[in-house]
């Protein structure tokens, strides 16, 4: 096979000639041999050192000045405890301080509950007054505290229709077990007599508008004081009234008899 232009040759390299001979002496700067001793080795190092240093130029600083970290102390724990105390007392101080310090709320108003006795007696006295014979003003008569089981009292003075002084009392009461006691204890302190007109005492009473129908007891006499009274009860109403002469004259048992026949 004929090679062409492109391939290299294959045969054997020619000697070379004396010009491409070669040995260590025939060089005109020579490598210096290795160093051996390590103290020679460093110091031509620092030699080489020392002379780039020099070519570098005096604004290189070869120099590094190291300032050490100095760590802060540690705090004592004794004084670490302490400050821990003293924290948690400042707190305490301060919060007793907003509680009995801080202004409490004002209390909140209260509206009483209206005493339901005062309510009902005053019912039961304007409910007496309006059963009260015809005639009387409102300043003629005052209420009177009365022992249970009277609902309410009022004593009045001279009626307007008797010239004479008189004094009446009536109660109110709420069954007619209650109003037939009270009278009866009303006759047990009276000197009974017969009431004008023949008409029996203690005894029922009617009205003319209604003569069938019992209105009530009727009782005349005098009281303990020996003064004219007539009393009586009013079953519809529930009300006793006695009403007595200021003196044991005037006005007599007649006047206060015609006096009752024309307001009972």
């Not at 821990?84 to 301080?97: C, E, H, R």
């Amino acid at each position: 096979m004929t090679p062409t232009s492109d391939d290299a040759p294959t045969g054997p390299l020619p000697e070379l000639s004396q010009f491409f001979t070669w040995s260590a002496a025939d060089d005109p700067h020579p490598y210096p041999p290795p160093a051996t001793d390590l103290g020679v080795s460093a110091a031509a190092h620092g030699t080489s050192v020392s002379a780039q240093d020099s070519h570098l130029g005096a604004s290189f600083d070869h120099t590094i000045a190291i300032t050490p970290n100095r760590r802060q102390p540690r705090m004592q724990r004794p004084l670490v405890i302490l400050w821990s105390i003293f924290a948690v007392v400042a707190t305490i101080a301060v919060v007793l301080w907003v509680i009995l310090l801080w202004p409490s709320p004002a209390p909140p108003q209260t509206t009483s509950a209206p005493d339901t006795a005062t309510d009902t007696t005053t019912v039961a006295v304007e409910l007496l007054r309006r059963n009260l014979p015809p005639g009387y003003r409102p300043s003629d008569c005052t209420p009177t505290v009365e022992p249970a089981p009277t609902l309410a009292g009022l004593r009045c003075g001279p009626h307007p229709a008797i010239a004479e002084a008189t004094t009446a009392h009536y109660t109110l009461y709420d069954a007619t077990t209650d109003l037939d006691a009270a009278f009866a204890e009303v006759t047990s302190s009276t000197t009974a007599k017969v009431c004008p007109g023949g008409y029996q005492s203690p005894g029922a009473w009617r009205r003319n508008a209604s003569p069938e129908r019992v209105a009530g007891t009727l009782l005349c006499g005098t009281n303990p004081a020996g003064q004219p009274m007539v009393a009586w009860t009013t079953a519809s109403t529930l009300v006793l009234a006695t009403i007595h002469a200021d003196t044991p004259q005037t006005p007599t048992l007649e006047q206060l008899y015609t006096w009752w026949s024309s307001h009972s």
